[in-house]
Nanobody
Framework: QVQLVESGGGLVQPGGSLRLSCAAS????????MGWYRQTPGAQRDLVAT???????TYVDSVQGRFTISRDNAKNTASLQMSSLKAEDTAVYYC???????????????WGQGTQVTVSS
């Protein structure tokens, strides 16, 4: 099947930066949209940013201008560069990918296991 593995989370002071990475592997024919979501305890998982295979990007208003999503289609990876971090950015961040597999021939979304980002002094 398909696995998504995130890395790069951690503890950072307000105003600092972190870079999250997501690597997809497995029975992949094509990856369409990739995105980053975040979730705090007791809350729903919310969209942060997405990128299409063509490189178009969207961001939630609260991170616009501070976060940058990118991807490498050849390596099946996506990254989220986070700058000017705030305490309210603290959450578990999840990578999501819309993947077409070969066997079986199927298209569906996959999630990574999540990586904790804590913004605190």
């Amino acid at each position: 099947q398909v696995q998504l593995v995130e890395s790069g989370g951690g503890l950072v002071q307000p105003g600092g930066s972190l870079r999250l990475s997501c690597a997809a592997s497995g029975n992949i024919f094509n990856i369409y949209d990739m995105g980053w979501y975040r979730q705090t305890p007791g809350a729903q998982r919310d969209l942060v940013a997405t990128t299409t295979s063509g490189g178009s990007t969207t961001y939630v208003d609260s991170v616009q201008g501070r976060f940058t999503i990118s991807r490498d289609n050849a390596k099946n990876t996506a990254s989220l560069q986070m700058s000017s971090l705030k305490a309210e950015d603290t959450a578990v961040y999840y990578c999501n990918a819309d993947v077409q597999t070969i066997i079986p021939m199927r298209r569906r979304g996959y999630w990574g296991q999540g990586t904790q980002v804590t913004v605190s002094s």
